[in-house]
């Protein structure tokens, strides 16, 4: 099990990085992509990361000179993804800290193998902590949220504003994908009486989250209205339709 762990997915290579965010992401793991280093020392500063995939041949820093900054920062794990299968390249991103090398093309199953490899070994290094995520995560539109720490993720790992009533309302969704709810059972489920069911409040709330975690807010596609009888949360409704 991923267990909500973030990995980073650094690669000039839109495509490439799309591709492998996609299939991490509906393997359980909280994944932000980068197009390079700026982007990657970013997603850092913001949140802590688990594991990095990491390009060799970058325009501005490689992903050698990246792995050194990674390494030289903490413990997450570092796995070499890259076109290049020269000896010299994979020894040196060994020798510098990286703990796995994997070539493009690639069988994205071998790439989930050996994420989940290099994790359980961070983890028994570590005595069994919990992932630098520090908590369970689901996907809500083009953003993650984080169950525990309460928070709300962009895709390029930035934390967005949140209100409590906010949360109440995502997690609400989260815990009951795929079902509709009505304004009622959302407020009573999300534990909050302050606001009137028949009023348009809740409704208003609903738009002020959609503006969040919707790629196209006027055709929301992960928080859908189903007229006349409430919302529904759509997993994987991450873009407009």
């Known amino acids: 099990m ?22 991490l992401t509906r393997n359980g793991f909280a994944v932000t992509e980068c197009d390079g280093g700026d982007a990657l020392r970013c997603v850092m500063s913001a949140r802590p990361i688990d594991l990095a995939l990491l390009d060799i041949n970058m325009p501005g ?5 990246l792995a050194r900054e990674i390494r030289g920062s903490g413990d997450a794990g570092i796995i070499m993804l890259t076109a290049k299968s ?8 060994l ?11 690639f069988n994205p199953r071998e790439l989930l193998a050996r994420i989940k490899a290099v994790l359980r070994r961070a983890r028994a290094s570590t005595g069994g902590e919990a992932p630098a995520t520090m908590g369970r ?3 809500m539109g083009t953003c993650r949220l984080n169950l525990d720490s309460r928070k709300l993720y962009r895709a390029d790992g ?10 109440d309302l995502l997690a609400t969704f989260a815990a009951h994908p795929g079902r509709v709810l009505s304004r009622d059972q959302l407020l009573d489920l999300a534990h909050n009486k302050e606001i009137e069911p028949f009023d348009r409040s809740i409704d208003i709330r609903i738009t002020r989250i959609r503006r969040k975690i919707e790629a196209d807010p006027a055709k ?3 928080i859908k209205t189903v007229r006349g009888a409430g919302y529904v949360y759509t997993p994987g409704g991450a873009s407009a339709g």
Do not use: C, N, W
């Open 2 to 23: 991923s267990g909500g762990a973030h990995i980073v997915v650094v690669d000039d290579d839109e495509d490439v990085r799309s591709t492998v965010a996609e299939y």
């Open 158 to 167: 930035s934390e967005m504003p949140l209100t409590a009533m906010e949360f």
């Open 86 to 93: 020269d000896d010299i390249d994979r020894i040196v991103g």
């Open 95 to 105: 020798e510098i800290g990286a703990d796995d090398y994997i070539t493009k093309p």
């Open 220 to 222: 929301p596609q992960a």
């Open 137 to 139: 995560e689901v996907q």
């Open 61 to 65: 820093d490689d992903g050698l000179t």
